[in-house]
Protein backbone atom coordinates (compact mmCIF):
# COMPACT_ATOMS: atom_id res chain seq x y z
CA UNK A 1 0.00 0.00 0.00
CA UNK A 2 1.84 3.42 -1.10
CA UNK A 3 1.19 6.30 1.34
CA UNK A 4 0.12 9.67 -0.59
CA UNK A 5 2.64 12.24 -1.00
CA UNK A 6 0.31 14.55 0.67
CA UNK A 7 0.79 13.36 3.74
CA UNK A 8 4.95 12.37 4.43
CA UNK A 9 5.50 15.82 5.93
CA UNK A 10 2.50 14.96 8.09
CA UNK A 11 3.23 11.36 9.42
CA UNK A 12 7.20 12.34 9.98
CA UNK A 13 5.99 15.12 12.19
CA UNK A 14 3.47 13.43 14.06
CA UNK A 15 5.70 10.85 14.56
CA UNK A 16 7.96 12.80 15.90
CA UNK A 17 5.35 14.53 18.25
CA UNK A 18 4.35 11.39 19.54
CA UNK A 19 8.21 10.21 20.47
CA UNK A 20 8.57 13.58 22.46
CA UNK A 21 5.32 12.91 24.68
CA UNK A 22 5.74 9.46 25.08
CA UNK A 23 9.98 8.65 25.90
CA UNK A 24 9.77 11.18 28.64
CA UNK A 25 6.34 9.13 30.19
CA UNK A 26 8.05 5.77 29.77
CA UNK A 27 10.88 7.10 31.88
CA UNK A 28 9.77 9.16 34.41
CA UNK A 29 6.00 8.19 34.95
CA UNK A 30 5.73 4.81 36.51
CA UNK A 31 4.01 2.46 36.49
CA UNK A 32 4.05 1.37 33.09
CA UNK A 33 0.15 0.88 33.09
CA UNK A 34 -0.15 5.17 32.33
CA UNK A 35 2.56 5.20 29.51
CA UNK A 36 1.06 2.01 28.11
CA UNK A 37 -2.22 3.70 27.65
CA UNK A 38 -0.76 6.50 26.18
CA UNK A 39 1.76 4.45 23.54
CA UNK A 40 -1.94 3.02 23.19
CA UNK A 41 -3.75 5.88 22.14
CA UNK A 42 -0.44 7.16 20.12
CA UNK A 43 -0.67 4.01 18.20
CA UNK A 44 -4.01 4.26 17.44
CA UNK A 45 -3.75 7.79 16.47
CA UNK A 46 -0.94 7.34 14.07
CA UNK A 47 -2.79 4.27 12.64
CA UNK A 48 -5.83 6.88 11.52
CA UNK A 49 -3.53 9.19 9.91
CA UNK A 50 -1.28 6.47 8.42
CA UNK A 51 -4.56 4.74 6.98
CA UNK A 52 -5.98 8.84 5.51
CA UNK A 53 -2.82 8.65 3.57
CA UNK A 54 -3.08 5.45 2.19
CA UNK A 55 -2.81 5.93 -1.86
CA UNK A 56 -3.69 2.62 -3.71
CA UNK A 57 -2.46 1.96 -7.65
CA UNK A 58 -5.66 1.24 -9.28
CA UNK A 59 -6.45 0.78 -13.42
CA UNK A 60 -9.67 0.83 -14.80
CA UNK A 61 -9.40 -2.89 -16.67
CA UNK A 62 -12.88 -2.49 -18.33
CA UNK A 63 -14.14 -0.88 -21.55
CA UNK A 64 -13.98 3.05 -20.68
CA UNK A 65 -16.24 4.41 -24.22
CA UNK A 66 -18.38 6.59 -22.77
CA UNK A 67 -18.47 5.43 -18.91
CA UNK A 68 -17.89 7.81 -16.48
CA UNK A 69 -16.05 6.77 -13.42
CA UNK A 70 -16.02 7.94 -10.02
CA UNK A 71 -13.31 10.17 -8.71
CA UNK A 72 -13.36 9.37 -5.38
CA UNK A 73 -14.24 6.97 -2.69
CA UNK A 74 -17.06 7.44 -0.79
CA UNK A 75 -20.63 6.82 -0.69
CA UNK A 76 -23.54 8.35 -3.26
CA UNK A 77 -25.82 11.49 -1.57
CA UNK A 78 -27.05 13.49 -3.97
CA UNK A 79 -28.14 12.94 -7.83
CA UNK A 80 -30.34 15.99 -8.84
CA UNK A 81 -30.86 18.30 -12.01
CA UNK A 82 -28.98 21.76 -11.72
CA UNK A 83 -27.69 24.76 -13.50
CA UNK A 84 -24.07 24.68 -13.76
CA UNK A 85 -23.09 28.18 -14.47
CA UNK A 86 -19.32 27.86 -14.00
CA UNK A 87 -18.00 26.35 -16.62
CA UNK A 88 -21.09 24.31 -18.26
CA UNK A 89 -23.68 27.36 -17.94
CA UNK A 90 -25.73 24.72 -18.92
CA UNK A 91 -28.86 22.44 -16.84
CA UNK A 92 -26.42 19.16 -15.60
CA UNK A 93 -26.91 16.42 -13.82
CA UNK A 94 -24.83 16.47 -10.40
CA UNK A 95 -23.96 13.64 -8.88
CA UNK A 96 -22.29 14.11 -5.92
CA UNK A 97 -19.95 11.91 -3.55
CA UNK A 98 -19.05 12.30 -0.03
CA UNK A 99 -15.97 11.29 1.89
CA UNK A 100 -15.20 10.27 5.67
CA UNK A 101 -12.26 10.40 6.99
CA UNK A 102 -12.13 6.80 6.76
CA UNK A 103 -12.12 6.56 2.62
CA UNK A 104 -9.09 7.02 0.31
CA UNK A 105 -8.93 10.66 -0.16
CA UNK A 106 -6.74 10.33 -3.74
CA UNK A 107 -9.37 12.23 -6.57
CA UNK A 108 -9.06 10.99 -9.55
CA UNK A 109 -10.05 11.96 -13.15
CA UNK A 110 -13.39 10.50 -14.07
CA UNK A 111 -12.80 10.69 -17.54
CA UNK A 112 -10.37 10.37 -20.29
CA UNK A 113 -10.07 14.62 -21.30
CA UNK A 114 -8.60 17.20 -21.83
CA UNK A 115 -8.61 20.29 -19.26
CA UNK A 116 -10.38 23.60 -20.28
CA UNK A 117 -11.03 24.99 -16.61
CA UNK A 118 -9.46 25.30 -13.54
CA UNK A 119 -10.20 27.78 -10.61
CA UNK A 120 -10.33 27.42 -6.53
CA UNK A 121 -12.56 29.46 -4.55
CA UNK A 122 -12.36 30.58 -1.09
CA UNK A 123 -15.26 30.10 0.83
CA UNK A 124 -16.80 28.44 3.94
CA UNK A 125 -16.31 25.25 5.41
CA UNK A 126 -19.98 24.03 6.43
CA UNK A 127 -20.79 20.23 6.64
CA UNK A 128 -20.22 18.79 3.05
CA UNK A 129 -23.55 16.97 3.22
CA UNK A 130 -25.38 20.61 3.09
CA UNK A 131 -26.63 20.71 -0.30
CA UNK A 132 -25.37 24.94 -0.12
CA UNK A 133 -21.47 23.43 0.35
CA UNK A 134 -21.07 23.05 -3.40
CA UNK A 135 -21.81 26.92 -3.53
CA UNK A 136 -20.57 28.26 -0.41
CA UNK A 137 -17.70 26.43 0.97
CA UNK A 138 -13.99 26.53 -0.24
CA UNK A 139 -13.89 24.66 -3.48
CA UNK A 140 -11.98 23.76 -6.75
CA UNK A 141 -13.96 24.05 -9.72
CA UNK A 142 -12.31 22.16 -13.12
CA UNK A 143 -13.92 22.10 -16.40
CA UNK A 144 -12.99 18.86 -18.76
CA UNK A 145 -13.68 17.97 -22.17
CA UNK A 146 -14.07 14.29 -23.86
CA UNK A 147 -12.31 13.42 -26.81
CA UNK A 148 -15.77 13.31 -28.40
CA UNK A 149 -16.10 16.79 -27.56
CA UNK A 150 -18.74 16.25 -23.93
CA UNK A 151 -17.87 18.96 -21.06
CA UNK A 152 -17.93 18.01 -17.70
CA UNK A 153 -17.54 19.34 -14.15
CA UNK A 154 -15.81 18.18 -11.46
CA UNK A 155 -15.91 20.08 -7.98
CA UNK A 156 -13.84 19.63 -5.07
CA UNK A 157 -15.40 20.87 -2.04
CA UNK A 158 -14.41 21.29 1.35
CA UNK A 159 -15.88 20.31 4.50
CA UNK A 160 -16.30 20.74 8.04
CA UNK A 161 -13.20 18.80 8.75
CA UNK A 162 -11.19 19.08 5.48
CA UNK A 163 -9.24 22.69 5.08
CA UNK A 164 -6.66 22.03 2.62
CA UNK A 165 -7.93 21.26 -1.28
CA UNK A 166 -5.06 20.00 -3.37
CA UNK A 167 -5.71 20.43 -7.15
CA UNK A 168 -3.11 18.98 -9.79
CA UNK A 169 -5.33 19.15 -13.13
CA UNK A 170 -4.19 22.52 -14.79
CA UNK A 171 -5.21 24.07 -17.85
CA UNK A 172 -4.13 22.38 -21.14
CA UNK A 173 -3.10 19.32 -19.30
CA UNK A 174 -4.48 15.99 -21.31
CA UNK A 175 -5.33 13.31 -18.77
CA UNK A 176 -5.88 9.63 -18.43
CA UNK A 177 -8.37 7.92 -16.96
CA UNK A 178 -5.84 6.30 -14.03
CA UNK A 179 -4.46 10.09 -13.57
CA UNK A 180 -5.05 11.59 -10.04
CA UNK A 181 -6.93 14.87 -10.55
CA UNK A 182 -6.29 15.96 -6.79
CA UNK A 183 -6.34 15.43 -2.91
CA UNK A 184 -8.88 16.78 -0.34
CA UNK A 185 -7.49 16.44 3.35
CA UNK A 186 -9.73 15.09 6.08
CA UNK A 187 -13.00 14.68 4.50
CA UNK A 188 -15.43 16.30 2.18
CA UNK A 189 -17.15 15.57 -1.06
CA UNK A 190 -16.97 15.65 -4.82
CA UNK A 191 -19.76 16.89 -7.04
CA UNK A 192 -19.42 15.93 -10.81
CA UNK A 193 -22.31 17.65 -13.39
CA UNK A 194 -22.87 15.48 -16.00
CA UNK A 195 -24.86 16.41 -19.37
CA UNK A 196 -28.30 16.49 -18.62
CA UNK A 197 -29.49 13.18 -21.14
CA UNK A 198 -26.41 11.44 -19.32
CA UNK A 199 -27.51 7.83 -17.72
CA UNK A 200 -27.02 7.48 -14.43
CA UNK A 201 -25.58 4.43 -13.49
CA UNK A 202 -25.35 4.25 -9.32
CA UNK A 203 -28.10 5.61 -6.99
CA UNK A 204 -28.42 7.28 -3.54
CA UNK A 205 -26.07 5.54 -0.95
CA UNK A 206 -24.19 3.49 -3.34
CA UNK A 207 -20.59 2.81 -2.40
CA UNK A 208 -17.84 4.14 -5.06
CA UNK A 209 -14.42 3.48 -5.42
CA UNK A 210 -12.23 6.32 -7.20
CA UNK A 211 -11.15 5.13 -10.27
CA UNK A 212 -13.16 1.68 -10.38
CA UNK A 213 -16.58 2.68 -10.21
CA UNK A 214 -18.58 3.43 -13.17
CA UNK A 215 -20.99 6.24 -12.38
CA UNK A 216 -22.77 7.10 -15.63
CA UNK A 217 -22.66 6.63 -19.63
CA UNK A 218 -22.45 9.54 -21.78
CA UNK A 219 -24.37 9.79 -24.75
CA UNK A 220 -22.07 9.30 -28.05
CA UNK A 221 -21.87 13.05 -29.72
CA UNK A 222 -23.05 13.41 -32.74
Known sequence: MKIHHEGTNILILLFIVLLVLNVPVWLFLPPWIMPAILSAISLLVYSFVFNFFRCPKRTF???????????????????EKVYEG?????????????????????????????????????????SAYLPKSSTENERSTIGL????????????????????????????????????????KFGSRVDIYLPADAEILVGIGQVTRGGLTPIARLKPAE
Open 86 to 126: EYLKSDAIMLSVFMSPLNVHANWFPVACEVEYVKHHHGRFL
Open 145 to 184: VTPSGIRLTVRQIAGAMARRIVTYAYKGQHALLDDHLGFI
Open 61 to 79: TGDPKNLVVSSVDGKVVAI
